[in-house]
């Protein structure tokens, strides 16, 4: 995707690059499985910023290919203002018929804790019967990752309590052990993990191994940080990439997003989260 | 075989939902059956195993009043996105108010599960969950995915085994005195879940003549021969959604999440709004009118196609 | 993705069906692909297998043209009722105008197989079949069924294998330009079977505007990201029928089994309705506008409901 | 079911009585399936004639409980005006699931050919690649006789040649090959034949051999007419019950439901006949 080197906006949090850098990955011909929380945000703002027929499928079983023009911005991917703007409607089942067949080309998503393998846990820290911390349960992400040509993943916060060695728990299947263990266990051949998009940096796996290294820098982000938030030794390519900032155009229609996503509750107020964390 | 099953949510949960069952409740966003899960809390069934594709602050209720002894699902969030809900937390860590099991599925595994019921086989195959913990971390707590040879390709493929729930219950947009049930907008794993149960419970926004049911038959997710009782049960969604009925409470779902961090809060919540009403009525006289036209929907009526012959 | 992918019957059969593949066609009463197999035989391809869990007439006229060497299907029925259709009989008792496989699935079988290729999943179970000789002859010319044991209940179960045709066409009341397709009346196996298909041509009554078709987004049976082309086909399921568009033509087909129940009429036949024509419109001619007057559906304009929010 | 000893009819064929005998078995909370051919023409009677909100299922995936308000008879179970007339409208799959759940309660089939524990044969009689005689093929039958917990066989020419002590091939399973080999094979224990109904007689199954046994005669047909047009040396009941004629008017619904198939090309004129047999 081409940028116009003219008008590269300056001030952006690593949240905004994360999901702009998200959203120059998709292609005009991508089939999308368009999944609930921050990947939802990139898919929105793909179609208003480049692609406004992108073809895009939601698990509870509709598919989308007109820009969205709802009233208000779903709240969820379950929003009842999806209906009316969608090309097909059908069941759970019908969605998981898409990916199942290999149609899904590009998914992303966000999920807990990943390990160096591209494997996610949003399922327990701790034993699985008697959790220290039990996280909320992985919904349709393994099947996601399982069963979509290309995977991304967006972790909104780079550290090493969300980077880490090794899961107490694979909820949804990035590489498993590495190497070709993922073929192996019979996904299929063009299915995995393509990189990983943070607040930081943008991570590629490497081609043998399948191990995560760094690839390419945010702007503002430098090496050391991303290793020193990363919980596993992290390998650096021989040559790390710098990505270019948000565009003015990018960073508005990302803010837009943002705050049409506010207004429905799909994005909390800074200030509200003091409630809601413990 | 025509018979007038309506009934109130009160004689209807009484007579075909009992303790030690596995309940499943309908809707993905469109049409969650809280009316029902309210009326479950207040007859103070126990033991009960609830299955639904996401479980949401509607297993964490019934969680947080002690209803059931394993929940099983694909994620139990709270409404402000993917953290997990409070009483589930609670169960889970402390064991307050009880031990629960949760049963983690992937979203897939478990609409699967339901077809295979929904289709009276044993089993269903899915290329997902190999070599995950989803594979294999329901052993310990019942349900569980096995791996079989294809007989064909000679591929080891996972199978996932028939979910049959004792009783199922539903909320509608409509459905007739028989129970023939019509449902639009997002359907989830309410269909084939519903249609997999051994009793079923429909609670309508709505009860409408026969014929109304015949001019777009397509709509009906569940017809009258499977059905035991239809329950009038307007707002019986909320706070979430029902196409063409009302939207989702958001500011009713973000105070949710305020209001049952603490244990005394949840405490509070519960009885204001259930275990402190009566019925489905008195929630809403509490929700107040106000809320009830802020939410209601407008008019979109589409979808007439010529039907003639 | 925005394309138009527009095109006659002869351009999309002669892009997208080749000889020797294995071809799905639609319709199980409501919207058979006439005018598709018309087009299939004037370009003389060769060495088709074709699939559909009712073949009829349409099957008789593709065998009768000597374009198939293989139906799989459940039954190839004369319009009358239970009876073999003529060229059917000829091509399996006699071998004119070739020898033949009849693969024959029960209608069930051949539905969860189309369902395994829509799932995308080698096989699925189901409980009838066994014992019967449906479950092993298929295995002399080809396609078979299987047993499991359940790995849950450790009962053995039958499975089928998943059906992918090479491409499939489908008659249906409209399309996008993009190839959003919209069916409702009967489906019976159109959805699962074209779904599964590698190539998918839609032949349409109407073209409409995607807003049409997002009016009512439930009807949609395959969307465009699995379309290639998009055909206008007005009365292309003639004499089958099209719910909301026309009526079976129940003369024309009576006529059909008396007039190819011998050879040389049958070749009468082919060369008036068939060969002898250029495309559907030629076909409509010889009907003449009386009887497409006559079998026009009338209006029966329903099944609108609130989609609101 | 009760019939009112006055109305008898005096005049009627043996199909006619096949008809009438077999709605008779139809019970007021059955959930039947409907299928093609003279089973179709059995259960419009039935709901004309009792039970107007009788549950009835169609095998291309629809479900009915109001007697049929169209202003034609149905041409074939797919007809379109079924369609507004139907409370359930799916796909195959739809109807196949109430199946295979269990939840048929009675069915009626045709078929070509017949043996003595019940099994249908609608493919061939010959060898299968190369038949003597090519059938049309099963359908649905199939699964109908596999799964629908009581199945009656109409078979409307009670000859020899249709009734045979074994099939050169079985489309439709009813016992097997009797005893407990249904059973053993994996169907259903409440399922399998309950009766065959032709125009001569009532056959019922041996509850140990599960064999065909002659159990109740139609008016004026005889024990020694039954056994010489039955293929197989039939067993007597000890008790062979009478049947009694059609009453009045279930013969006027019978003939005015024939006629509306007419009609529709579903029953054909006896003058047509000659045009298609070969």
């Given at each position: 995707?081409?940028?116009?080197?003219?008008?590269?906006?300056?001030?952006?949090?690593?949240?905004?690059?994360?999901?702009?850098s998200?959203?120059?990955?998709?292609?005009?011909?991508?089939?999308?499985?368009?999944a609930?929380?921050?990947?939802?945000?990139v898919?929105?703002?793909?179609?208003?910023?480049?692609?406004?027929?992108?073809?895009?499928?939601?698990e509870?079983?509709?598919?989308?290919n007109?820009?969205?023009?709802?009233?208000?911005?779903?709240?969820?991917?379950?929003d009842?203002?999806?209906?009316?703007?969608?090309?097909?409607?059908?069941?759970?089942?019908?969605?998981?018929?898409?990916?199942?067949?290999?149609e899904i080309?590009?998914?992303?998503l966000s999920t807990s804790?990943?390990?160096?393998?591209g494997n996610?846990?949003?399922?327990?820290?701790g034993?699985?019967?008697?959790?220290?911390?039990?996280?909320?349960g992985?919904?349709g992400?393994?099947?996601?990752?399982?069963?979509?040509?290309?995977?991304?993943?967006l972790l909104?916060?780079?550290?090493?309590?969300?980077?880490?060695?090794?899961?107490?728990?694979?909820?949804?299947?990035g590489?498993?052990?590495?190497?070709?263990?993922r073929?192996?266990?019979?996904?299929?051949?063009?299915?995995g993990?393509?990189?990983?998009?943070?607040?930081?940096?943008?991570?590629?796996?490497?081609?043998?191994?399948?191990?995560?290294?760094?690839?390419?820098?945010?702007?503002?982000?430098?090496?050391e940080?991303?290793?020193?938030?990363?919980?596993?030794n992290?390998?650096?390519a021989?040559?790390v990439?710098?990505i270019?900032?948000?565009?003015m155009?990018e960073?508005?229609?990302?803010?837009?997003t943002?705050?049409d996503?506010?207004?429905?509750y799909?994005?909390?107020?800074?200030?509200?989260?003091?409630?809601?964390?413990? | 075989?025509?018979?007038?099953?309506i009934?109130?949510?009160?004689?209807?949960?009484?007579?075909?939902?009992h303790?030690?069952?596995?309940?499943?409740?309908?809707?993905?966003?469109n049409?969650?059956?809280?009316?029902a899960?309210?009326?479950?809390i207040?007859?103070?069934?126990?033991?009960?195993?609830?299955c639904?594709?996401?479980g949401?602050?509607?297993?964490?209720?019934?969680?947080?009043?002690?209803?059931?002894?394993?929940?099983?699902?694909?994620?139990?969030w709270n409404p402000?996105?993917?953290?997990?809900?409070?009483?589930?937390?609670?169960?889970?860590?402390?064991?307050?108010?009880?031990?629960?099991?949760?049963?983690?599925?992937?979203?897939?595994?478990?609409?699967?599960?339901?077809?295979?019921?929904?289709?009276?086989?044993?089993?269903?195959?899915?290329?997902?969950?190999?070599?995950?913990?989803?594979?294999?971390?329901?052993k310990?707590?019942?349900?569980?995915?096995?791996?079989v040879?294809?007989?064909?390709?000679?591929?080891?493929?996972?199978?996932?085994?028939?979910?049959?729930?004792d009783?199922?219950?539903?909320?509608?947009?409509?459905?007739d005195?028989?129970?023939?049930?019509?449902?639009?907008?997002?359907?989830?794993?309410?269909?084939?879940?519903?249609?997999?149960?051994?009793?079923?419970?429909?609670?309508?926004e709505?009860?409408?003549?026969?014929?109304?049911?015949?001019?777009?038959?397509e709509?009906?997710?569940?017809?009258?021969?499977?059905?035991?009782?239809?329950?009038?049960?307007?707002?019986?969604?909320?706070?979430?959604?029902?196409?063409?009925?009302?939207?989702?409470d958001?500011?009713?779902?973000?105070?949710?999440?305020?209001?049952?961090?603490?244990?005394?809060?949840?405490?509070k919540?519960?009885?204001?709004w259930?275990t402190?009403?009566?019925?489905?009525?008195?929630?809403?006289?509490?929700?107040?009118?106000?809320?009830?036209?802020?939410?209601?929907?407008?008019n979109l009526?589409?979808?007439?196609?010529?039907?003639?012959?």
């Amino acid at each position: 995707m081409v940028i116009e080197e003219e008008n590269y906006c300056k001030e952006y949090t690593g949240f905004e690059m994360m999901l702009v850098s998200a959203c120059r990955q998709i292609r005009h011909d991508d089939v999308v499985f368009n999944a609930f929380h921050w990947p939802f945000l990139v898919v929105h703002m793909a179609k208003l910023l480049r692609f406004p027929n992108l073809f895009t499928v939601m698990e509870v079983g509709l598919s989308q290919n007109e820009v969205p023009k709802p009233d208000k911005m779903p709240y969820s991917i379950v929003d009842p203002v999806l209906v009316p703007n969608s090309v097909f409607v059908g069941d759970s089942i019908d969605a998981l018929s898409i990916l199942q067949r290999g149609e899904i080309t590009l998914a992303f998503l966000s999920t807990s804790i990943i390990d160096k393998y591209g494997n996610g846990n949003t399922t327990v820290i701790g034993p699985y019967k008697k959790p220290i911390y039990r996280l909320p349960g992985g919904g349709g992400a393994t099947e996601i990752a399982g069963l979509a040509n290309r995977l991304i993943w967006l972790l909104d916060d780079h550290s090493k309590y969300r980077f880490v060695e090794k899961l107490d728990f694979i909820t949804d299947p990035g590489y498993l052990n590495g190497y070709d263990s993922r073929i192996k266990a019979g996904y299929p051949l063009n299915s995995g993990p393509e990189a990983i998009i943070t607040p930081l940096c943008i991570m590629r796996f490497d081609p043998f191994t399948k191990e995560a290294y760094l690839d390419a820098l945010h702007p503002n982000a430098t090496i050391e940080q991303v290793k020193e938030e990363t919980g596993w030794n992290l390998k650096i390519a021989d040559e790390v990439r710098d990505i270019k900032p948000p565009t003015m155009r990018e960073i508005e229609i990302c803010r837009k997003t943002m705050k049409d996503a506010i207004d429905q509750y799909y994005i909390l107020k800074p200030e509200w989260t003091k409630y809601l964390e413990k | 075989m025509s018979t007038d099953k309506i009934s109130t949510m009160r004689e209807a949960i009484k007579k075909f939902v009992h303790n030690n069952e596995l309940v499943f409740l309908g809707g993905f966003g469109n049409g969650i059956a809280f009316s029902a899960a309210h009326e479950i809390i207040r007859q103070d069934l126990k033991s009960l195993t609830v299955c639904k594709c996401g479980g949401g602050i509607l297993f964490d209720q019934l969680i947080g009043a002690g209803v059931v002894d394993q929940i099983i699902t694909s994620h139990c969030w709270n409404p402000h996105g993917p953290q997990p809900a409070w009483n589930l937390k609670r169960a889970m860590e402390e064991g307050i108010p009880n031990n629960l099991i949760y049963n983690e599925q992937s979203l897939f595994m478990i609409n699967m599960s339901f077809y295979a019921g929904y289709m009276g086989v044993p089993f269903m195959p899915i290329r997902s969950i190999v070599g995950t913990d989803i594979f294999d971390n329901p052993k310990e707590v019942g349900l569980k995915a096995a791996k079989v040879e294809c007989p064909f390709t000679g591929e080891e493929i996972c199978v996932v085994p028939a979910i049959n729930p004792d009783v199922g219950i539903i909320q509608v947009q409509r459905a007739d005195i028989e129970g023939n049930a019509q449902m639009w907008g997002l359907i989830g794993d309410t269909k084939f879940g519903i249609n997999a149960c051994k009793r079923i419970i429909v609670a309508a926004e709505e009860i409408v003549d026969k014929a109304v049911i015949m001019e777009s038959p397509e709509r009906t997710i569940v017809s009258s021969n499977k059905v035991d009782a239809v329950v009038h049960e307007p707002w019986g969604g909320h706070p979430g959604y029902m196409q063409g009925y009302y939207y989702t409470d958001l500011e009713y779902r973000f105070n949710y999440a305020k209001e049952t961090k603490e244990i005394r809060d949840w405490n509070k919540w519960l009885e204001k709004w259930i275990t402190g009403v009566n019925d489905r009525q008195e929630y809403l006289n509490i929700l107040g009118e106000d809320k009830l036209r802020k939410l209601k929907a407008k008019n979109l009526i589409q979808g007439a196609v010529n039907y003639g012959y």
